[in-house]
């Protein structure tokens, strides 16, 4: 009865064992694509950010607004133009953004 007892325990073990390391291995892979992701969406990001500086979350903080409507981006703009136009005071930092 105790050789019987024993076996079940060692073989509820190698069965919890396997289980656990099959699930640590789908869990490294998880992470490893995730992490392949991130560095995609990073490299991407940094790519469009090289070539216009900024990001579209600054931009879209500078001309405040949080929809890309076309015509929306454009009146902004240009006021934003106007108003910090050195001509009247403003500042060429500003307006260079």
């Keep these: 009865m105790a050789k019987y007892l024993a076996q079940i325990i060692v073989m509820g073990a190698q069965v919890v064992g396997r289980a656990f390391a099959r699930a640590l291995q789908q869990e490294f892979a998880a992470s490893q694509a995730a992490a392949q992701a991130r560095s995609r969406s990073a490299q991407q990001s940094a790519a469009a950010s090289s070539i216009t500086g900024m990001s579209l979350q600054e931009a879209q903080q500078i001309l405040n607004i949080s929809t890309l409507n076309p015509e929306e ?17 403003g500042s060429f930092y500003l307006q260079s953004k």
Aim: no cysteine.
């Design 73 to 89: 981006i454009q009146k902004k703009y240009e006021h934003l133009f106007k108003v910090n136009d050195k001509s009247v005071g």
